[in-house]
């Protein structure tokens, strides 16, 4: 008779386990930051217009507390003075070829917040699109 001279280990390797986990949480991490870029709690107010513009150049958003807060596009807000207002919104628009702007707007706060956006856009010919959200 022949005899082996290996033995087969009877255990499991957790490392190919490991890397996987590893991997799952790097991808949930990712896609956590990526899905909500906006943690600015703005209340909206209410239309019935369902349009949508698909691409902005930058989104302007001014809480109930008049703070504002500028986006690129798609990307993460952060917050600004409303003094440096205008000239961050040309330092965008100058690299992109849209020209929309999305402001938005909490319901609640003063009338001259909003024409302040509007008259920057009306200044330097841009097109704005205020946001609300679908009344029900």
């Known amino acids: ?16 386990m490991t890397d996987i986990v590893f991997l799952l949480l790097l991808f949930f991490v990712m896609t956590a930051t990526t899905t909500s870029p906006n943690d600015i709690k703005i209340n909206l107010p209410q239309s019935r ?23 690129h596009g798609s990307g993460r807000a952060v917050a600004i003075l ?7 919104i040309m330092n965008i628009v100058a690299g992109d070829s849209l020209t929309y702007i ?18 920057i856009a009306n200044q330097h010919k841009l097109k704005i699109v205020i946001s609300t959200k679908t009344r029900k």
């Open 49 to 71: 217009a369902t349009t949508a513009t698909k691409q902005v150049a930058a989104k302007v958003f001014i809480d109930e507390n008049g703070n504002y807060s500028l986006a």
């Open 102 to 119: 999305a402001l938005h707007a909490d319901q609640t706060i003063q009338y001259g917040e909003v024409v302040r956006v509007l008259d």
């Open 82 to 88: 409303p003094e440096n207002l205008e000239s961050e």
């Open 1 to 16: 008779m022949l005899k082996r001279r290996s033995k087969v280990e009877a255990g499991f390797s957790m490392s190919s």
